[in-house]
């Protein structure tokens, strides 16, 4: 079994994508195509457009099979997955994230879980999303510790993006979020995840962040017994530059 992960990103401008519309739309199956109708604004259109080529472009060239030969379906916990789970022999876990200007695909070899978040860093007023029911009092006293507001904003996003990434790896979404689940930062100096009480499938998670662009915030979480996995990162530009 391969000992990467492969960590796409696609970043995109909307004039640049709108060029690109019909070899976007190109690419959907009949009820991707039916999603996409059912978005009114044209921002969200394009938005659904490049995060499903990055998914298929991504997909198809890990298992290399053609993108029209993907099938997908979702668990019943809601994760999306590989109708067929395994090509040519080759069984994959995937999670596809995007905000406005990114999307980003984490994709991971194995029956292993893996999931992946993308926030765009923006100026918020932290105080009105630091609620008690996602962060704990050691967390929030953590963000707003920082000296300047772009600490503090990083701090927020750091902290909202790893729980992300493991509810999508875990398959339970927004609906797990809790303030028992916190970011602390690990033995080594990297920052993980830690629950109270003590969760056995939190210890088997393994995490990474990196800051791309210096505009966008994104987390990565794998199930891992050992830390030794290689991240490959791989990048798409064509629909971030008019000339192309």
């Not at 194995?110 to 992946?116: E, L, M, N, S, Y």
């Not at 920052?191 to 990474?208: E, S, T």
Request: hydrophobic share 40%; proline share 5%; net charge positive.
């Amino acid at each position: 079994m391969r000992k990467f992960m492969e960590f796409w990103i696609c970043p995109y401008n909307y004039d640049a994508a709108f060029r690109h519309y019909e070899e976007l739309e190109g690419i959907l199956s009949p009820s991707e195509l039916a999603k996409l109708k059912s978005f009114r604004v044209e921002d969200n259109q394009l938005q659904f457009l490049v995060s499903r080529y990055l998914l298929k472009t991504g997909l198809s060239d890990f298992l290399g099979v053609d993108p029209e030969d993907l099938v997908f379906r979702r668990a019943p916990s809601g994760k999306p997955g590989l109708a067929i789970p395994g090509h040519r022999g080759l069984a994959v876990d995937f999670s596809l994230s995007y905000t406005q200007g990114m999307a980003v695909l984490l994709i991971r070899p194995g029956q292993t879980k893996c999931g992946i978040d993308v926030e765009r860093f923006e100026n918020i007023n932290v105080d009105d999303f630091l609620s008690s029911r996602f962060f704990s009092q050691r967390e929030r006293k953590w963000i707003l510790g920082g000296r300047t507001p772009l600490t503090i904003g990083r701090r927020f996003f750091l902290s909202w993006t790893m729980k992300e990434a493991y509810l999508k790896a875990t398959g339970e979404g927004l609906a797990g979020l809790s303030r028992e689940i916190e970011v602390v930062i690990g033995n080594s100096g990297n920052y993980v995840l830690d629950q109270r009480p003590p969760n056995q499938q939190l210890k088997q998670m393994r995490f990474h962040d990196t800051f791309i662009d210096d505009q966008f915030q994104v987390a990565l979480a794998w199930e891992s017994a050992s830390p030794d996995l290689e991240i490959r990162q791989k990048r798409i530009s064509r629909f971030a530059m008019l000339n192309k």
